[in-house]
């Protein structure tokens, strides 16, 4: 059991959670029985959902995770972002198609969206080995994907996906569709052809280097990849369908990574990086066969794609490179640095994938925005406004704000250190954070510092009878720490035996009464310390062992959830009895919401129950770490 603390810390005050306000009603939180609920993800239209601890009538409740937000409505999930290592987009059939992997499980991924890129809906996967998914078309009535290991997939719908044989085990890199055939390249020299994405053949390419990448003009299929033995980046030509292979002259000390064909120019349009200099480097060539250098950039460049007459290459830090007629090119501002590795044109907008689940939209391809966001791990809801926040992959404070739940704004304040906790109480925001950072906000735009003379990780804050109360770990000691507030500026600590070798993660106020729950450092035991008015506090920990996370007051009585699928529940927040959870998997938090609880934790768990005794195991489709849930009201 010792590893219960341990696992807590190695997580970190990433997984930190929202307090809950009192709710009305009684329940009884046993799972006892489990319900498998596989819940259909849909694009209905994203509502106003109801506050947290409220027992309004909504329709909607914001879920933000480990890269992935979304709403749970009427039992369903509704994602607006999905983090992955995105490696291709296609549109067809009315849908878009973002295949890749999971950023941690490394996992192949397929997400969709209905609505232009709003809103995205993780996808059942075939059957297969580990790995990633990097390039998918739609043609001939049909979506194909290629990745790892050979894997070709294939869907009518984007929806419903049929895994093919495949007569290669190396790594397939793109796939085109020309003269009334499938082309899919890979690692190794794989070229493999088919007339119907079904039955596939493996051609002769003449060479054991990567290819990366096809394209196709005039008759010509023009392949491209890795340096060869003299060292050059490897382009090979067909003029019979891909039976036979000519190797041709690049004269480019490096790798190329991605061909189209522009119409408009007239041209093939390479791009990759040379080795000396280290550069990135956009080539043209009329015919695949002779070649010219077009323009040089400071990072390496992956794709290149054609909307209309406009030629957009991508690549590292965030790099979009946008021309007209193949001479003359633009750096266009992405606003993020991460890797692009796909992009398209859906009817009226470009759209623009990468790594770390990043998504770009715009109108012109020359101003873009970013969809997705770095959200959480805590949320909260409070002068119409949901706010989340968290860390950004620096470790410095970011605070995001949503009307809708959807379409998020970001600041970063200026913090090193994640903020953990954010709640909404007597009308102002008030986030904390480590290094001991407390900020407010009136409207959460413009945000306060304040001061505390404490030097602590702040893990978790509360307000309630008048007063705000902080939780976490102080610095030094490792012990636990408890500050009071009656405005949120002018700060006391509440110096207690009690918090010794315990660390405190969360806190709620309800029925008369404060709850901190966490941890014992010392026994591995569950810590719950309680008091009624903030300043002197009683130990009310069972003999338990395990470590809580999260807390909930709804239904007149109080819930605490915790690592491997632990519940508590409690009628005054003294007495403490354990549940059968049902699932041996951590949860992060238990929220109330929308006339239900719900309880959200590792792989995208997510239980739902209206009464706290049967509960609902919903079918998330994702395997993201899910931190928190909040609500609007009516």
Same mark, same amino acid.
């Given at each position: 059991?010792?590893?219960?603390?341990?696992?807590?810390?190695?997580?970190?005050?990433?997984?930190?959670?929202?307090?809950?306000?009192?709710?009305?009603?009684?329940?009884?939180?046993?799972?006892?029985?489990?319900?498998?609920?596989?819940?259909?993800?849909?694009?209905?239209?994203?509502?106003?959902?109801?506050?947290?601890?409220?027992?309004?009538?909504?329709?909607?409740?914001?879920?933000?995770?480990?890269?992935?937000?979304?709403?749970?409505?009427?039992?369903?999930?509704?994602?607006?972002?999905?983090?992955?290592?995105?490696?291709?987009?296609?549109?067809?059939?009315?849908?878009?198609?973002?295949?890749?992997?999971?950023?941690?499980?490394?996992?192949?991924?397929?997400?969709?969206?209905?609505?232009?890129?709003?809103?995205?809906?993780?996808?059942?996967?075939?059957?297969?080995?580990?790995?990633?998914?990097?390039?998918?078309?739609?043609?001939?009535?049909?979506?194909?994907?290629?990745?790892?290991?050979?894997?070709?997939?294939?869907?009518?719908?984007?929806?419903?996906?049929?895994?093919?044989?495949?007569?290669?085990?190396?790594?397939?890199?793109?796939?085109?569709?020309?003269?009334?055939?499938?082309?899919?390249?890979?690692?190794?020299?794989?070229?493999?052809?088919?007339?119907?994405?079904?039955?596939?053949?493996?051609?002769?390419?003449?060479?054991?280097?990567?290819?990366?990448?096809?394209?196709?003009?005039?008759?010509?299929?023009?392949?491209?990849?890795?340096?060869?033995?003299?060292?050059?980046?490897?382009?090979?030509?067909?003029?019979?369908?891909?039976?036979?292979?000519?190797?041709?002259?690049?004269?480019?000390?490096?790798?190329?990574?991605?061909?189209?064909?522009?119409?408009?120019?007239?041209?093939?349009?390479?791009?990759?990086?040379?080795?000396?200099?280290?550069?990135?480097?956009?080539?043209?060539?009329?015919?695949?066969?002779?070649?010219?250098?077009?323009?040089?950039?400071?990072?390496?460049?992956?794709?290149?794609?054609?909307?209309?007459?406009?030629?957009?290459?991508?690549?590292?830090?965030?790099?979009?490179?946008?021309?007209?007629?193949?001479?003359?090119?633009?750096?266009?501002?992405?606003?993020?640095?991460?890797?692009?590795?796909?992009?398209?044109?859906?009817?009226?907008?470009?759209?623009?994938?990468?790594?770390?689940?990043?998504?770009?939209?715009?109108?012109?391809?020359?101003?873009?925005?970013?969809?997705?966001?770095?959200?959480?791990?805590?949320?909260?809801?409070?002068?119409?406004?949901?706010?989340?926040?968290?860390?950004?992959?620096?470790?410095?404070?970011?605070?995001?704000?949503?009307?809708?739940?959807?379409?998020?704004?970001?600041?970063?304040?200026?913090?090193?250190?994640?903020?953990?906790?954010?709640?909404?109480?007597?009308?102002?925001?008030?986030?904390?954070?480590?290094?001991?950072?407390?900020?407010?906000?009136?409207?959460?735009?413009?945000?306060?510092?304040?001061?505390?003379?404490?030097?602590?990780?702040?893990?978790?804050?509360?307000?309630?009878?008048?007063?705000?109360?902080?939780?976490?770990?102080?610095?030094?000691?490792?012990?636990?720490?408890?500050?009071?507030?009656?405005?949120?500026?002018?700060?006391?600590?509440?110096?207690?035996?009690?918090?010794?070798?315990?660390?405190?993660?969360?806190?709620?106020?309800?029925?008369?009464?404060?709850?901190?729950?966490?941890?014992?450092?010392?026994?591995?035991?569950?810590?719950?310390?309680?008091?009624?008015?903030?300043?002197?506090?009683?130990?009310?920990?069972?003999?338990?062992?395990?470590?809580?996370?999260?807390?909930? &007051?709804?239904?007149?009585? +109080? /819930?605490? $959830? =915790?690592?491997?699928?632990? *519940? #508590?529940? @409690?009628? !005054?927040?003294?007495? %403490?009895?354990?549940?059968?959870?049902?699932?041996?998997?951590?949860?992060?938090?238990?929220? &109330?919401?929308?006339?239900? +609880? /719900?309880? $959200? =934790?590792?792989?995208?768990? *997510? #239980?739902? @129950?209206? !009464?706290?005794?049967? %509960?609902?195991?919903?079918?998330?489709?994702?395997?993201?770490?899910?931190?928190?849930?909040?609500?609007?009201?009516?």
């Amino acid at each position: 059991m010792k590893n219960y603390i341990t696992q807590f810390l190695v997580l970190g005050i990433s997984t930190i959670l929202i307090g809950c306000n009192s709710g009305e009603s009684s329940s009884n939180t046993t799972t006892n029985q489990l319900k498998s609920s596989s819940a259909s993800i849909t694009t209905e239209n994203l509502v106003n959902s109801n506050s947290v601890g409220s027992g309004n009538s909504s329709i909607g409740t914001v879920i933000i995770g480990d890269h992935v937000v979304g709403k749970l409505i009427n039992d369903k999930f509704i994602t607006s972002y999905i983090g992955s290592d995105n490696r291709a987009i296609a549109y067809g059939a009315n849908i878009l198609v973002a295949v890749g992997s999971d950023i941690y499980s490394y996992a192949m991924t397929i997400s969709t969206s209905l609505d232009d890129g709003l809103t995205w809906n993780a996808e059942e996967v075939p059957e297969m080995k580990a790995g990633s998914l990097s390039a998918v078309i739609y043609n001939n009535n049909m979506f194909v994907a290629v990745g790892d290991n050979g894997t070709i997939i294939t869907s009518t719908d984007g929806h419903n996906w049929n895994q093919e044989d495949s007569p290669s085990d190396e790594r397939l890199n793109s796939i085109i569709y020309a003269e009334n055939e499938f082309m899919a390249v890979g690692n190794g020299g794989a070229i493999l052809t088919s007339p119907d994405a079904k039955k596939w053949t493996l051609r002769s390419s003449e060479t054991d280097n990567d290819l990366n990448d096809v394209s196709y003009a005039d008759h010509a299929f023009i392949v491209i990849g890795s340096i060869d033995n003299d060292r050059q980046a490897t382009v090979l030509r067909s003029n019979d369908g891909g039976a036979t292979w000519n190797k041709e002259p690049s004269l480019l000390n490096g790798e190329l990574f991605g061909i189209t064909y522009s119409a408009a120019s007239y041209e093939f349009i390479a791009v990759g990086h040379t080795f000396v200099p280290d550069q990135g480097v956009i080539l043209t060539s009329p015919d695949g066969i002779t070649w010219s250098k077009q323009f040089s950039s400071e990072h390496e460049l992956n794709k290149v794609f054609i909307a209309g007459q406009q030629i957009t290459v991508l690549g590292y830090g965030g790099d979009i490179i946008t021309s007209n007629n193949g001479q003359s090119w633009v750096h266009q501002q992405s606003n993020t640095d991460e890797f692009l590795t796909a992009g398209t044109y859906d009817k009226n907008k470009y759209l623009v994938v990468g790594l770390n689940g990043v998504i770009l939209t715009s109108i012109d391809g020359k101003d873009w925005n970013k969809i997705s966001t770095d959200l959480g791990p805590s949320l909260t809801f409070g002068n119409n406004k949901y706010v989340a926040v968290g860390s950004d992959r620096d470790g410095n404070g970011i605070i995001s704000t949503s009307v809708d739940g959807v379409t998020w704004d970001t600041q970063t304040p200026q913090l090193s250190g994640d903020l953990t906790h954010v709640i909404y109480g007597n009308n102002q925001f008030i986030a904390v954070g480590v290094n001991s950072a407390i900020l407010t906000s009136a409207d959460a735009k413009k945000w306060t510092s304040q001061h505390s003379d404490v030097q602590g990780d702040f893990l978790g804050i509360i307000y309630g009878k008048d007063k705000y109360v902080i939780t976490g770990k102080e610095l030094g000691s490792g012990n636990a720490l408890i500050l009071t507030s009656r405005d949120g500026k002018q700060w006391t600590q509440r110096g207690s035996k009690l918090t010794r070798n315990k660390l405190l993660k969360l806190i709620t106020y309800a029925n008369g009464r404060y709850v901190a729950i966490g941890g014992n450092l010392k026994n591995n035991k569950v810590a719950i310390l309680t008091s009624t008015d903030g300043v002197s506090w009683q130990d009310d920990s069972p003999e338990i062992y395990g470590y809580l996370t999260g807390i909930v &007051y709804a239904n007149n009585q +109080f /819930i605490a $959830v =915790g690592l491997d699928g632990m *519940i #508590l529940i @409690s009628k !005054d927040g003294i007495s %403490w009895k354990a549940q059968k959870s049902g699932v041996n998997i951590d949860f992060y938090n238990i929220s &109330y919401s929308n006339g239900e +609880f /719900i309880s $959200v =934790g590792k792989f995208g768990t *997510i #239980l739902t @129950s209206t !009464d706290g005794t049967s %509960w609902n195991l919903l079918d998330s489709k994702i395997r993201n770490s899910i931190y928190d849930a909040s609500g609007q009201s009516n």
